[in-house]
């Protein structure tokens, strides 16, 4: 009853489309009708005498009701329940409140909210076995699905501890009851169970149950059952075509409602429907039947169609028709659309609308979007000659904006969506094509419209993160200990309109860059393992339609001194110092054994999405170690072998029950280019397996997953620049380099294919790193865009972009067909394998077309493919030449290409076959001949975000364009934008990175001596020993050297290396405490702290003093930040 008074002009809504308040005073109140809250427990079902028992009530209540819980067979239990008032219960291990063993506890729990409305009371069974068994859960604890939807439900198991010995887990689902059988396929032996959308009936109740057993011990075992509630979707009325049109009266009138659908039929289906239509007219005050030109009501037909004829209905006036179409049937409620038709006396040009990509289409005819959908608008005119057409909206929008995208012809309109937000949340736009066609005697104009709503992302407060330390009650600890402890992000009492709330959490260690993002659940919370560091988090929050909250972050320190159990304390007899020395050595020497048995647990008790969070936790952890001179680079390799190989069973036997989910799918990529950032731990044999691993993820050979998202194949994609870029570390042959590129190029074709098939026509997938450059684009087959493009790699190692355009016989020689959209993969790799000891001088390009799911082989063209291929500055700035060549079998070739040279920037290869190409140098210029002239016209820009957080742009260019003045290829631009995380992967930290200026440091010194041979010498001091400088770290060493120059390893040789007493900087000694319990006791982590500096003198090939200059340049801006990147922190660039 209480008054509340808004001050007039000061509130507005949050999307900023309002207009502002007036003054007003309101009453508050509850509301008139209060909503029952909704209730879901969770929990295992099966506990055994040393388990303890937790179990989580979910609300929906936008703010936390209390909680009433109790138990309905138990007097101890149930006085024990009714003192928990929160939505968890924690019941210490063994339960001593519950003294009956083999018993089942029925518990109920009730929710109360804060105007006072009760739910029902849920009940939950908890059974407590004598003999020891698995405890096991599931999530969701229950499922209430449509018909279109998947089931999805996750078993999550946990050893019993009344034993320490731990065997794999055995699984088997199992259908109770049902209406209908569910096929044996999807009743599997693993702890996932998924359903596809359509096997269900619907309005009905499915049990099933999972039995899960240990595998040496059958007797241990529990079981649990699963109730599956479908529900009964209303009917769909539609007609096909804009909801709003404008016509003539001239011509004939056609409406189509067979698309209305019963959404409970299968497609293609007799949908069963009965069919009715009206026409009214409306004055705003009522409304009448319509009449025809003669005055006689307008009598309409009960089919699927609706055919009005020419001149039958007079022009509307002020208000326009109003066509009705009802869909009704036996047991359901009848669904209705409406159309609104203007019609004018004129004779103007019919215009029809149709909408595709991601939009949900809502019974007023209007299609509902998030801001970061890919949708597309495609309008046709009934005019043949001399139109124009053209869009527009209201409110007005900027549609030259790089979020949309229009067609040369103006017939299609593209929004892009992802980071763009050009069109905001909560509002709605008019988007209008009209067809303006001019004639000898008078312009007319016709148009149709569609209405865009926009959804408005969840609402609710920023989420948390504190260490699990099994105390509720106690104040939030934002740190812990890497990989044993567990600490749980936390986003609770979010809410939205739409429902069907699911959250994604992630995380990066500062200054590093890689992301760690896992898959979207249902759970509004998660616990982690984390790595050594400072732990950037991010949260997101989704709604049922898939509108995105924005990123809440928040900060945990993981490391020595912070979290739980091994937390350590001081005492009065140890000093500063001491406890900082003993912090150190607890550092250092991580439970590397005890680490891989957690990994060993989750793996045997089937829980693959813990299996994959606590992997991503040691592989970043052992990217910490080695950084901090903890681990070796062999060290590290077997470490990350190890990881690997259990990944990899699991993602085996998930395969291989054909139970893969994108999600799943995209965070195992994410794992595989984590794995492999650091080329010096990996070996060739562990490049082989993880290209064979993510080939056969991608290639999806159940057809589990319809296609990967653009962050997805961008995970797919870096892991594949490394594997690369591993080939140039260590001695591989040319056998396995050839092996490597054929995987290689296996995978790509894989990437293409699944990532087009979630493209809409007309759009494309571009990102660009450090390591590569790709796009892949669905092209409409009568656009032609597909005939020639360019790709940005200006960014990086070279100073002109990758290009290619294909011959007008492509068409007939690979048989593209006329129906199907043309998928195109152009990508440029800059790490490029060097077989036969010849290093090339620029990327690595394939070029990649597939159609309708399948690759197009193109082979023995009867006109060349030009792709143009640039040089890298290093070799640009000596104006060398370039030869085309491509990897065949154990070698480069250049047979069936030639080679043109395009200026000092690279070369144009004419190819007749597709294929991975790159350019190596040469010095007999009888190869090259002067530079041709290639052709532009007017372009096509198609845009989307990048998974580093910035947009790029792919240039089109149709095949018969007109010749530039230049003679150059068309280049690609790229344009830095802003994008939310986590819509593609995390932000990389700000964490500025120390460089070396001139005036600090002297620049490496070009020498040339009398017999003219050319090389840069130099000195570099580390704080390091002698002895600890061995041949691992050695070749780490010319490793760092190599990549600040941009140069192969053979070209760096170490002279001398140097002892030069104590080390200058403590902080430095801290960086190889000691790497194993045996080094600690010893006493080597002791001599080591206070062990001395070395200077290592060295030298850098150069071909020429210009290229020399060019490698001192480099080495003196870049070598101390990538010699820290090999595990060599603390360098220092010498007088030479």
């Known amino acids: ?59 929906d209540s936008p703010r936390p009701p209390d909680f009433a819980w109790s138990c309905l067979n138990h007097a101890g239990l149930d006085a024990a329940l009714r003192a928990f008032t929160t939505s ?21 729990v009730t929710a109360t909210d804060m105007f006072g409305s009760l739910s029902k009371e849920v009940m939950f069974t908890v059974f407590k076995a004598a003999a ?187 208000a326009p028709y109003q066509f009705t179409v009802t869909v009704s049937k036996a047991g359901k409620s009848p669904a209705t659309y409406t159309l609104s038709l203007t019609l004018v006396t004129q004779d103007i040009p019919n215009v029809e609308l149709a909408v595709s990509g991601v939009f949900f289409r809502q019974g007023d005819g209007s299609i509902k979007i998030n801001t970061n959908s890919v949708f597309s608008l495609t309008a046709s005119c009934s005019a043949t000659s001399s139109k124009t057409l053209k869009w527009s909206s209201a409110p007005e929008v ?5 979020a949309f995208t229009a067609s040369t012809g103006g017939d299609s309109l593209i929004y892009t969506g992802e980071g763009s937000n050009a069109l905001v949340a909560g509002a709605s736009y008019l988007m209008t094509s009209s067809c303006t066609v001019v004639g000898a005697e008078e312009t007319v104009v016709g148009s149709a419209e569609q209405v865009v709503v926009v959804n408005s992302p969840p609402v609710g407060v920023p989420c948390q993160t504190c260490l699990v330390d ?97 937390r350590l304390l001081a005492s009065p007899s140890v000093g500063e110092g001491g406890l900082q020395a003993r912090r150190l050595l607890m550092q250092s020497s991580f439970d590397w054994p005890g680490a891989v048995d957690l990994l060993d647990e989750q793996l045997f ?20 170690q080695y950084a901090g001179m903890n681990l070796t680079a062999a060290e590290s390799l077997a470490h990350k072998d190890v990881f690997f190989t259990k990944l990899e069973s699991a993602a085996v036997t998930v395969n291989n029950a054909a139970s893969m989910s994108e999600g799943y799918m995209c965070t195992l990529l994410n794992l595989a280019s984590t794995i492999s950032s650091n080329p010096a731990h990996l070996s060739t044999a562990l490049v082989a397996r993880l290209l064979d691993h993510v080939t056969v993820l991608v290639s999806d050979e159940h057809s589990s997953v319809a296609s990967i998202t653009t962050s997805c194949a961008s995970s797919a994609l870096s892991f594949m620049a490394n594997s690369l870029a591993a080939t140039k570390h260590g001695n591989v042959s040319d056998a396995d380099l050839s092996s490597v590129v054929g995987k290689f190029e296996q995978g790509l074709v894989s990437v293409l294919r699944e990532t087009a098939a979630g493209l809409i026509e007309g759009a494309a997938s571009v990102a660009s790193s450090n390591s590569s450059s790709t796009a892949i684009a669905r092209n409409t087959y009568a656009g032609r865009a597909w005939a020639a493009a360019s790709l940005a790699t200006q960014d990086h190692l070279f100073e002109a972009a990758v290009s290619y355009s294909m011959p007008a016989t492509f068409l007939s020689d690979a048989v593209v067909g006329e129906v199907k959209p043309v998928d195109i993969f152009l990508g440029a790799f800059f790490s490029v394998p060097a077989f036969g000891g010849v290093t090339p001088i620029g990327p690595l390009v394939t070029l990649l077309v597939s159609q309708n799911g399948l690759n197009v082989p193109v082979t023995g063209l009867s006109e060349s493919i030009n792709i143009s291929i640039p040089f890298t500055v290093a070799h640009r700035a000596v104006g060398g030449k370039g030869k085309c060549v491509y990897v065949n079998g154990s070698a480069f070739s250049d047979v069936g290409v030639t080679t043109i040279q395009n200026g000092d920037a690279g070369v144009i290869c004419q190819t007749t076959h ?202 003196t801006s870049g070598l101390v930040e990538n010699l820290k990147n090999k595990g060599l922190p603390g360098a220092t660039v010498l007088a030479s």
């Open 914 to 1115: 597709l294929t991975s190409f790159t350019v190596v140098p040469v010095e007999d210029e009888t190869v090259t001949t002067t530079s041709t002239t290639t052709t532009t016209t007017e372009t096509t820009t198609t845009t989307t975000t990048t998974p580093a957080g910035t947009t790029s742009s792919i240039t089109t260019t149709p095949e018969d364009s007109k010749p530039t003045s230049s003679g150059a290829p068309a280049e690609a631009t790229t344009t830095p934008r802003a994008s939310p995380l986590l819509q593609t992967t995390l932000a990389a930290a700000s964490t500025p990175r120390p460089t070396l200026t001139a005036t600090t440091t002297p620049k490496p010194t070009p020498v040339q001596a009398a017999n003219e041979e050319v090389f840069v010498s130099f000195s570099v001091g580390l704080p390091l020993t002698v002895e600890e400088f061995d041949e691992s770290l050695q070749l780490a060493f010319r490793q760092g050297v190599a990549d600040a120059a941009s140069i192969t390893v053979d070209s760096v040789r170490i002279l001398d290396v140097e002892a030069t007493g104590a080390r200058r900087d403590s902080s430095a000694s801290r960086h190889r405490e000691a790497s194993s319990d045996l080094e600690a006791s010893t006493g080597t982590a002791n001599r080591r702290l206070l062990a001395g500096s070395i200077t290592v003198t060295c030298e850098v090939d150069a071909a020429s003093v210009s290229e020399a200059n060019l490698l001192s340049t480099r080495l």
């Open 470 to 566: 099994g105390n509720d009650g106690a104040p939030c600890v934002k740190a812990g200990q890497p990989v044993f402890d567990l600490l749980r992000i936390s986003c609770d009492n979010w809410a939205d309109t739409d429902g069907g709330l699911e959250y994604r959490f992630g995380y990066q260690v500062e200054g590093d860059d890689k992301d760690v993002v896992f898959d979207w659940n249902e759970s509004p919370s998660l616990d982690m393992r984390l790595p050594t560091g400072t732990i950037n988090l991010a949260a997101q929050v989704r709604d049922a339609l898939g509108a995105l909250s924005a990123i809440m972050y928040s900060t945990v320190e993981v490391g020595a001194g912070g979290g739980g159990q091994r």
């Open 398 to 402: 900027a549609l030259t904006a790089p």
């Open 88 to 108: 968890q219960v924690a019941l210490a291990s063994g339960t001593p409140e519950m003294t009956d063993l083999d018993m089942t506890y029925e518990i109920g």
């Open 605 to 624: 008790a089937g829980n693959f999405d813990e299996l994959n969070n606590m992997a991503s936790a040691l592989i970043l952890e052992v990217d910490s």
């Open 132 to 318: 020891p068994a698995p405890q096991l859960y599931f999530q969701p604890a229950s499922v209430a699905v449509t018909r279109d939807q998947m089931v999805e439900v996750r078993a999550v198991t946990v050893f019993s501890q009344c034993t320490t010995a731990k065997s794999e887990m055995v699984f088997q689902w199992a259908q109770v009851s049902g209406p209908t059988t569910i096929p044996a396929q999807y009743l599997g032996t693993i702890a996932q169970l998924r359903i596809p959308a359509g096997t269900l009936r619907a309005d009905a109740t499915y049990v099933v149950a999972l039995t899960v057993s240990m595998s040496d011990d059958v007797s241990k075992q529990s079981s649990s059952q699963m109730v599956i509630s479908v529900g009964s979707l209303p009917l769909i009325a539609r007609i096909k075509g804009s909801a709003s049109r404008r016509q003539s009266t001239r011509s004939a009138l056609n409406f189509d409602a067979s698309v209305s659908t019963d959404p409970d039929v299968n497609a293609g289906a007799n949908q069963g429907l009965a069919y009715k239509w009206e026409c009214t007219l409306s004055d705003g005050k009522s409304s009448q039947s319509c009449r025809d030109t003669t005055g006689a009501l307008l009598v309409l037909g009960a089919t699927s169609t609706l055919h009005v004829a020419a001149e039958r209905l007079p022009a509307t006036t002020d």
């Open 1 to 59: 009853g209480d008054k509340l008074t808004l001050k007039a002009g000061s509130v507005r809504s949050a999307n900023l489309v309002s207009p502002y308040s007036v003054s007003k005073e309101t009453s508050v109140a509850a509301p008139e009708f209060l909503k029952e809250p909704s209730l879901s427990v969770s929990g295992p079902t099966t506990i055994d005498q040393c388990s303890l028992l937790n179990l989580k009530a979910a609300s």
